[in-house]
């Protein structure tokens, strides 16, 4: 996939990487994201476990929670997520309940699992083509990659 993205997501989406590298810097997996609401209401969120061992702490999880407690369930509908990786089917599924209707991401599974991250199938765009959501990516890669291999390298 090329880079041809529009400069609004070009900015979200290096947002999103911004705070994958925030997620490397607290100890947690190299993953962030970016809630855009059909009003233009931001929020972003990074990989947090909520308790040690705790995997389910995604930043894209973290985003539509964090978005339902401030904005509540009916901001969500019609949102685009951005995510420095691409979700996997945990966090697509939760957003597919939130209403998001665009997902945007970085770094996809094949380079993912280049650097030591686990990753899942189906893929993201098979989740979530069976609600119709538009899927763009991977987009940005070499940026998300660079993340990565911080958090792989670390000591």
Not at 27 to 45: E, H, K, N, S, W
Not at 61 to 84: F, I, P
Not at 112 to 131: K, S, V
């Amino acid at each position: 996939m090329n880079d041809d993205i529009s400069p609004v997501d070009a900015l979200h989406l290096r947002e999103a990487i911004r705070a994958s590298r925030a997620a490397v810097a607290a100890g947690a997996m190299p993953f962030g994201a970016v809630l855009l609401t059909a009003d233009g209401r931001v929020l972003t969120a990074r990989n947090a476990p909520a308790v040690p061992g705790d995997r389910t702490g995604h930043a894209e999880t973290n985003a539509v929670r964090d978005a339902l407690a401030a904005w509540g369930a009916e901001a969500l509908r019609g949102s685009t997520m951005y995510a420095s990786g691409e979700p996997c089917p945990m966090c697509a599924a939760a957003m597919l309940w939130a209403g998001v209707r665009r997902v945007v991401f970085a770094g996809g599974s094949g380079v993912m699992a280049a650097h030591g991250i686990d990753t899942l199938r189906p893929g993201c765009a098979e989740l979530m083509g069976q609600r119709a959501v538009a899927v763009v990516g991977p987009v940005l890669e070499a940026e998300a990659a660079a993340v990565y291999g911080e958090w792989a390298s670390r000591p």
